[in-house]
C-alpha cells in the first residue's frame, strides 16, 4: 500500500463528504486512516506457510482438537465496513498439530483482508486441512455485520453464522456432532 497515495485519496473522499480536510480535527486524518488500514488489510502481506510450519508439532494423536472463541475482525467487501464476531476451529490431525496461538494468527491472516464471512470461514477451514494434512477440519464463524447494524432496519441484533466443515467433519456425521458439541452448538439432528 502506498500511504502517501491513499492518504491524499482520503483527503480527496473528505472533500467529496464536503468537509474542510484542513480543520484542526482532520488535518491528521487522512495520515491515522492510512496507517489503520494498513493495519486492518495486514492478511494481504500474510506469508501463511511461515505462519503454519513454524509451530506444527509432531504429535501421535487423533482426538479432535478444538479452539473456542478466537475474536475475529474483518472487513465486509461490499460495504468496506466492519464485521466482527467469533471463530470456532476444530481438527482431526494426522501426525501433525498446530500451536494454539497459530490457529488466531491463520484467522487473522485471513480476516485482515477485505472479506465476505463465507469466505473467511472457508479459507480458515482448508488453511488448517493442508497445512497440517488433517483427517478432517471444521470451522464455525459467529459475527455482526455493521452494515447491517449502522445502515438496515431492524437488525442490530442480527448474528450471522457460517461454517465449513472438510474431510472426515464433512463426510462423518458423528464426527460433525462431536464438533458442533464441543463449540457448544449442539446437534444437526
Ligand atoms: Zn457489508
Same mark, same amino acid.
Given at each position: ?48 506457510? @511461515? /505462519?503454519?510450519?513454524?509451530? +506444527?508439532?509432531?504429535? %501421535?494423536?487423533?482426538?479432535?482438537? &478444538? $479452539? ?54 472457508? @479459507? /480458515?477451514?482448508?488453511?488448517? +486441512?493442508?497445512?497440517? %494434512?488433517?483427517?478432517?477440519?471444521? &470451522? $464455525? ?49
Amino acid at each position: 500500500m502506498n500511504r502517501d497515495r491513499v492518504e491524499k485519496l482520503i483527503r480527496e473522499l473528505l472533500v467529496e463528504f464536503g468537509e474542510d480536510p484542513q480543520r484542526e480535527g482532520l488535518a491528521k486524518t487522512p495520515e491515522r486512516v492510512a496507517k489503520s488500514w494498513e493495519f486492518l488489510l495486514r492478511g494481504y502481506g500474510a506469508d501463511l506457510k @511461515q /505462519i503454519t510450519q513454524q509451530a +506444527m508439532f509432531t504429535q %501421535d494423536t487423533n482426538n479432535m482438537i &478444538v $479452539v473456542r472463541d478466537i475474536e475475529v475482525y474483518s472487513l465486509c467487501e461490499h460495504h468496506m465496513l466492519p464485521f466482527f464476531g467469533r471463530c470456532h476451529i476444530g481438527y482431526i490431525p494426522r501426525g501433525k498439530v498446530l500451536g494454539v496461538s497459530k490457529l488466531a494468527r491463520i484467522a487473522d491472516a485471513f480476516a485482515r483482508r477485505l472479506q465476505i464471512q463465507e469466505r473467511l470461514t472457508q @479459507q /480458515i477451514a482448508r488453511a488448517v +486441512m493442508v497445512s497440517i %494434512d488433517a483427517e478432517g477440519a471444521g &470451522v $464455525v464463524i459467529e459475527a455482526r455485520h455493521l452494515c447491517m447494524m449502522m445502515r438496515g432496519v431492524e437488525k442490530q441484533n442480527s448474528l450471522m453464522t457460517t461454517s465449513s466443515v472438510l474431510g472426515s467433519f464433512h463426510s462423518s456425521g458423528a464426527t460433525r456432532a462431536e464438533f458442533l458439541a464441543l463449540i457448544g452448538k449442539g446437534r444437526y439432528d
